[in-house]
């Protein structure tokens, strides 16, 4: 059993930066990939971004190709996301999830592990 907690949400102005953690109770490294979602109000869970085991291979949702970068200190068991030029398009609450397939996934039905999200607020 994996449990996650994100951290590293809040309120920003449009143009704005934020990096969110995701700390999972177990060490993640060799076993997990760790991908990003979001639920942004009214509308569906959307992939946002992934990351390896290893941390050699990321996938980006195309909204946030060149925004965002995924990355994982191995060392430490944490995933983050650095989120750079937001927009108001962004506010969401925020999830990092846990997957142990072979391949890297970019659909919620490939991770079986879930945090609690962290809200992220993008103002203009």
């Known amino acids: 059993q994996v449990q996650l907690v994100e951290s590293g949400g809040g309120l920003v102005q449009a143009g704005g930066s934020l990096r969110l953690s995701c700390a999972p109770s177990?060490?993640?490294?060799?076993?997990?990939?760790i991908g990003w979602f979001r639920r942004a109000p009214g509308k569906e869970r959307e992939f946002v971004s992934a990351?390896?085991?290893?941390?050699?291979?990321?996938d980006y949702a195309d909204s946030v190709k060149g925004r965002f970068v995924i990355s994982r200190d191995n060392a430490k068991n944490t995933v983050f996301l650095q989120m750079n030029s937001l927009q108001p398009e962004d506010t969401a609450v925020y999830y990092c999830?846990?997957?142990?397939?072979?391949?890297?996934?970019?659909?919620?039905?490939?991770?079986?592990?879930w945090g609690q999200g962290t809200q992220v607020t993008v103002s203009t």
């Open positions: 177990v060490r993640t490294s060799s076993t997990y990939h």
């Open positions: 999830a846990a997957s142990i397939r072979l391949s890297l996934s970019s659909t919620a039905a490939g991770y079986g592990y």
């Open positions: 990351i390896s085991r290893g941390g050699g291979t990321t």
